[in-house]
Structure formats: C-alpha cells, structure tokens
C-alpha cells in the first residue's frame, strides 16, 4: 500500500487521540461508529478513529476495488492465482433455486447431491437403522482430519452443542500425536462406531495415519475387510486412494477444488454438524452465512459490516504497529472460535509476497489469539490493560443464552461491557490515587502505590452482540470473518487462498522422519543433527 492517501494515513496515526477525549467531544460518537447485520450488532466506536481518519480509511477501500474484486470472486474468476482455482465456498451456502456455473457447468446439481447423500445417512443414523458390521445401531463417530478439515466442524459442534439431537456421539482425530487417537478409541465399540475421513487429497499425512491407526484398531478388534467398509467413509476428491483404503464408492462424499479447506465448513465437511443439528437445522447454519454474504456484497462500504473489520485491522496493523489481535467470546460455547479464525485469518493472509510475487513492504495479518471470557481475565488482560503493547480485541456476547441461569449470563455481560470501558479508558494517576486514599491509606502510601493502579486505557476494541448463539447466527459470524479475511487480502493485493508456507515444514519431515526410523541416514544442520540423536537416546532409553 504505497499510495498518497495511504501515506497521509500513516501520518495521522502519529498523531495523538484520546478515546475519552472523542467520547467527551461527541455525545454521538457511539451512535456514528454503529452498524447491524443479519441480527448481529456491531460497535466499533472505542477505536482509535476520528470522522477524519474513518473517512480516509472508507477511501482506501474505494481504491482498493473490493466491491470489484468480490465480483470477479462471485464470477468464477480464478482469483487464487499461484493454484489457478476459483474461490467458490460461498456457492456451498447459495440459494437452491440460483444456478451456479463455474467453467460452463452448473454445479447446484453436485452441491444438492451431496446434501441429499448427507440427509440420508443422518436420517439413519438418527433412527438407529444404519447398522454396524454385528448388527447393532451406531453410537459414535470418530472424525479424522486436521486443520480446515477438522477446526471448523469441531468449534461448530461445540458453539451449538445446545441443538444437539443427535444419538451418535461425536470424536475428533487431528493431530498425528498418537495420545489422541489412543484417547478417542477409548472405550469405544468398534462394531458400534462409524469413521468419517477427510481429507481432499486423501494423503496428508496426520489424517492418514491416524485413519490408518483406527483401521488397525478395528481389525485387532476382529473386523475383516468388509466390516471395514460397511464403517468407513470419507469426504475427498481423491476416489482412487480412498478406494484403495477400503472405502468404498458410495460411502464417499465430494469435496471440490474451487473449496479451500478452512472455508469448507459449508461443504461436506459439516456433516458433524449436520448430524448433530439435523438437517434442517444445518441449512439455518448456512442461510446464517448467505445472509451475510449478500449483506456483504450488497451494503455500501460506510454500513458493510466485514469491510468496516477489514478497515480497522489494517490500520492497526499497517498505521498503528500492532502485530496481534485478541478474539474474546463471552461464551462457553464459542471457546473454540478463537482457534478456527486463527487459521482462517493467519493462514489466508500470513504472506510475504503480493499477488504478482513481489515482496510487501508492509506486514500482513496479526497474530490472533484468545479464549473464552471471564477465564481471560484472570489471565492475559493484565497485558491487554497495563502493557504497552496495544492489542486491538474483538469481544463477542450472545445477548440471549439456553440455559436457565440468567443471573450469571448478566453478570458474563456486565464483564465483558466492562471489560471494553476499562480497556478504552483506562485510569489515571490522579484517579487512582484518589482510590488508595479513600481506602484509608496515608498520602505518602497513595503516592507510592497509585502508579502500580494505573492503565494507560485508549485500548482500541470492537463489541460484537449477537441475538442468541444459535445456527443462524453462528454461520453469519462465521461468514463476517470470511469475508473480513478477504476484504483484507484484497486491501493487501495477496492471494488469501493458498498456502505454500505450510508446505515446507511437510517436505523437511519426511527425511527426517527416515532418520528417526532408521530407514535411512542424512545430514541435516548441527543443531537438527543433535536433537535427534537426543531424542533417539531417549526414546530408546
């Protein structure tokens, strides 16, 4: 971002602002930095803004073209440019009745299949009459993947775990550590048990070898070959390696390459979702996330809820230095967010280059991290409020909650509201030294300790309400995340839609992994050459 205007805006970030100031200065303050959609509330005036600098920032989007390049997204234009795919997540969640062509085929008829074979089966198993290789319903499904595969459909089940209705319970596999699937086989019935692989490719490594280690599990248990197939299934575009598996061609649903995984939740990928809600439930789950979409697309920039996200997260990043951002749900339920949007977020827009492979200049994409509230409080908001370091936050609050116990949520929202003040306005010097006298103590003993009360406050932070955490409303926030990532890509001229950066890691594995199996022998740097041979020592020890 070399413009003039983006030059005019670094300057205004060295300038000095005082969010009490602003407030005292402008009764209407909060009304202005106010948006809604799709039922979710957004206040984003206790940020480091002005009228001035807002205008500016809603400029930038204009120069940047988001409006045009959601366009060449929505027309099938291979905006993920290093794979020569086209981005298409948002068709998965379309209405049926909009055809969808893509390359000359209309891929509605693919999407409505695959719902279809999804209803099917979940109706089964939800009346106990798919049967396991013994005769008996099933119980519990064990769903191998990793990464988009796995955190999406994981932090779903668990933010509406609520609307579960399902018999069969639900198991995650994902990290090649074998402690996890040692830990999900636990006590499970391997006759009673179905196994969900996913995996686009059908060969990265940790799905693999864990749903090899769950095959190895069943046939210890006795199960032959064609028990394994009556209990496997899979979603991947790879029929031929799932085929030589042991799955068998109608127990495999389609994933296509115009999906990326962490924007996959959409696709076959939610069938845990699905089996936990029920179908109809699952599409609320989706029209939560269509109706944000066309809010996106349709909202002019200065009401467009993912662009005014997008906006603020640049400026923090690229104007104000901050290098991190704090995702904070005030909900049980949504404690898993803050790790799917790590991934949406970081590996999206964690890039070096721009889409014509020029390096940046600026940095993209913060670090972002979270957890759920009040457990962070008693944790990390001692940095958040006395630190210098300035940690933009998102503070997420569901207003209605499904269990009975309303007092506590009062008192969950009384801490989050209270949280976003302390955090804008901090308290001075003067303030708190006015506290320790009132508590009795001397002046000499006020003077000494009102410096360790003080927060510096002006902590930019953006509350985000929702109605309830229900499917509906749960898919429109996943989806104003989505698109956020992508105004930001945009803004940034990367490509959000690959992930080579990940691949190394993978390729420097294998050898080394030969190494540790005394498969073969190779030389790598003095430093990985001694912590393996450490580790051998004390493996074998």
């Not at 798919?130 to 955190?151: F, N, V």
């Not at 061609?249 to 939740?265: C, N, Q």
């Not at 940034?492 to 022998?521: H, R």
């Amino acid at each position: 971002m070399s413009s003039a205007l983006w030059a005019e805006l670094k300057q205004l970030a060295q300038q000095p602002l005082s969010l009490r100031q602003q407030f005292a200065a402008d009764p209407k303050r909060a009304e202005k930095f106010q948006v809604n959609a799709c039922g979710i509330h957004l206040d984003f005036a206790k940020n480091l803004i002005t009228d001035g600098i807002w205008q500016k920032l809603l400029e930038l989007a204009k120069q940047s073209q988001i409006q045009s390049k959601t366009q060449q997204m929505l027309h099938g234009d291979k905006i993920n440019n290093t794979e020569q795919r086209a981005v298409w997540h948002m068709a998965l969640r379309a209405d049926t009745k909009t055809p969808l062509v893509l390359d000359g085929v209309d891929l509605q008829p693919e999407i409505q299949a695959c719902h279809a074979q999804m209803a099917e089966l979940i109706g089964q198993l939800h009346q106990g009459s798919y049967k396991g290789y013994q005769g008996d319903a099933i119980t519990d499904l064990i769903w191998i993947g990793i990464g988009g595969s796995l955190l999406g459909p994981q932090m779903a089940c668990e933010a509406l775990a609520p609307f579960n209705k399902s018999p069969v319970r639900i198991h995650f596999a994902g990290n090649i550590d074998g402690a996890v699937v040692s830990d999900v086989v636990k006590g499970l019935n391997p006759a009673t048990t179905l196994v969900f692989v996913a995996s686009k490719s059908f060969g990265t490594e940790e799905t693999k070898q864990n749903a090899l280690a769950v095959r190895q599990w069943f046939t210890d248990k006795g199960a032959d070959k064609a028990a394994i197939a009556q209990h496997f299934w899979a979603t991947s575009s790879n029929i031929k390696a799932a085929a030589e598996f042991g799955i068998v061609a109608e127990h495999i649903l389609p994933m296509w390459d115009w999906v990326g995984g962490r924007y996959s939740l959409w696709s076959a990928i939610g069938f845990p979702v699905a089996l936990q809600l029920g179908m109809e439930q699952f599409q609320q789950l989706l029209k939560g996330a269509r109706d944000m979409d066309q809010h996106f697309i349709n909202a002019p920039l200065e009401q467009n809820m993912p662009v005014i996200l997008a906006l603020l997260g640049v400026w923090y990043i690229n104007a104000k230095g901050c290098q991190a951002q704090a995702l904070l749900p005030y909900s049980h339920y949504l404690r898993f967010l803050p790790s799917y949007v790590q991934q949406l977020d970081m590996e999206s827009n964690g890039k070096g280059v721009d889409l014509d492979g020029k390096p940046l200049t600026d940095a993209t994409a913060p670090v972002i991290w979270g957890d759920a509230g009040t457990n962070g409080q008693h944790a990390y908001h001692q940095l958040l409020h006395q630190s210098a370091l300035a940690v933009p936050s998102d503070f997420i609050l569901p207003a209605k909650v499904s269990h009975e116990l309303n007092d506590h949520h009062h008192r969950l929202a009384a801490h989050c509201f209270a949280q976003t003040q302390a955090l804008m306005q901090g308290k001075t010097f003067d303030e708190a030294k006015a506290e320790v006298l009132a508590s009795g103590a001397s002046e000499a003993e006020a003077i000494a300790l009102a410096p360790h009360k003080v927060s510096p406050g002006n902590k930019p932070s953006n509350t985000l309400l929702l109605p309830e955490l229900s499917p509906y409303y749960l898919g429109a926030l996943i989806a104003l995340y989505e698109q956020k990532v992508f105004c930001q890509g945009v803004l940034w001229n990367i490509n959000s839609f690959d992930q080579w950066g990940v691949e190394l890691g993978k390729q420097l594995s294998t050898p080394i992994y030969q190494v540790l199996s005394d498969q073969q022998k190779n030389n790598f740097d003095a430093s990985t050459e001694a912590l393996i041979a450490k580790f051998k020592q004390l493996n074998l020890g």
